[in-house]
C-alpha cells in the first residue's frame, strides 16, 4: 500500500433503508452519529448503495470501518466481522444484497496498491431482506452489540468516544 498523508479513520454505514435488515448499516451510523463523539476525529459518511463513488473516500483514509448487513448464514442478528484479509477471500461470495458494488471497489483499491491497511466490515447477519422500512426485530436487539463492537474497533484504532447525553439508544 501507498503511504497517504493524514487519511484518517472512515466509518461508512452502507444498505437501502427501504430493503428491511439491508438497511441496518444505516442505522448503526446513525447510532454512532448520535450517540457519540470521537477523539481524533472520526468521519461517520452515509455510504448508502454509493458502490463506486466510495473508492476516492476509501482510498484515501488510513483506517476504514464498513457498518453492512453481511450475510454469511448465521443465525439472524449475529454480529459479523470480517477483518482486511478475509475481505479478498470472501470476493467469491455475495455477502450482502449490494455487495457486488462493494466489492468491486475494494477489488479495485486492492489493484490500485491503494486498500488501507486497516479495514474491517462489521454487521449482523440479516433475517429479512425484501422491500420494507423496518429491520427486524432480531437486527433491532443486535444493534447494541454491534454499536459496541464498532466503538472498540475505533477504540483499539486509537479514537476515545465520549457518549452524548443526548445519546439514541436502540
Same mark, same amino acid.
Given at each position: 500500500?501507498?503511504?497517504?498523508?493524514?487519511?484518517?479513520?472512515?466509518?461508512? @454505514? #452502507?444498505?437501502?433503508?427501504?430493503?428491511?435488515? /439491508?438497511?441496518?448499516?444505516?442505522? !448503526? &451510523?446513525?447510532? %454512532? *452519529?448520535?450517540?457519540?463523539?470521537?477523539?481524533?476525529?472520526?468521519?461517520?459518511?452515509?455510504?448508502?448503495?454509493?458502490?463506486?463513488?466510495?473508492?476516492?473516500?476509501?482510498?484515501?483514509?488510513?483506517?476504514?470501518?464498513?457498518?453492512?448487513?453481511?450475510?454469511?448464514?448465521?443465525?439472524?442478528?449475529?454480529?459479523?466481522?470480517?477483518?482486511?484479509?478475509?475481505?479478498?477471500?470472501?470476493? @467469491? #461470495?455475495?455477502?450482502?444484497?449490494?455487495?457486488? /458494488?462493494?466489492?468491486?471497489?475494494? !477489488? &479495485?483499491?486492492? %489493484? *490500485?496498491?491503494?486498500?488501507?491497511?486497516?479495514?474491517?466490515?462489521?454487521?449482523?447477519?440479516?433475517?429479512?431482506?425484501?422491500?420494507?422500512?423496518?429491520?427486524?426485530?432480531?437486527?433491532?436487539?443486535?444493534?447494541?452489540?454491534?454499536?459496541?463492537?464498532?466503538?472498540?474497533?475505533?477504540?483499539?484504532?486509537?479514537?476515545?468516544?465520549?457518549?452524548?447525553?443526548?445519546?439514541?439508544?436502540?
Amino acid at each position: 500500500m501507498t503511504d497517504r498523508p493524514g487519511g484518517g479513520t472512515v466509518v461508512i @454505514g #452502507l444498505g437501502n433503508p427501504l430493503m428491511a435488515d /439491508d438497511g441496518l448499516g444505516l442505522a !448503526a &451510523l446513525e447510532a %454512532l *452519529r448520535h450517540g457519540w463523539t470521537f477523539e481524533p476525529h472520526v468521519e461517520l459518511v452515509d455510504g448508502g448503495t454509493w458502490g463506486m463513488n466510495l473508492l476516492y473516500l476509501i482510498e484515501d483514509a488510513d483506517r476504514v470501518l464498513l457498518l453492512d448487513a453481511i450475510n454469511v448464514e448465521a443465525p439472524p442478528g449475529d454480529v459479523v466481522e470480517l477483518e482486511r484479509d478475509a475481505l479478498p477471500r470472501m470476493f @467469491g #461470495l455475495k455477502i450482502s444484497p449490494h455487495q457486488i /458494488d462493494m466489492r468491486e471497489v475494494l !477489488a &479495485l483499491a486492492q %489493484l *490500485r496498491d491503494t486498500l488501507p491497511r486497516e479495514i474491517v466490515a462489521m454487521g449482523l447477519q440479516p433475517e429479512r431482506v425484501e422491500m420494507s422500512t423496518e429491520v427486524t426485530p432480531a437486527l433491532r436487539a443486535g444493534l447494541p452489540a454491534l454499536t459496541e463492537r464498532a466503538l472498540a474497533r475505533l477504540a483499539a484504532w486509537g479514537h476515545h468516544s465520549r457518549a452524548r447525553s443526548t445519546a439514541v439508544r436502540a
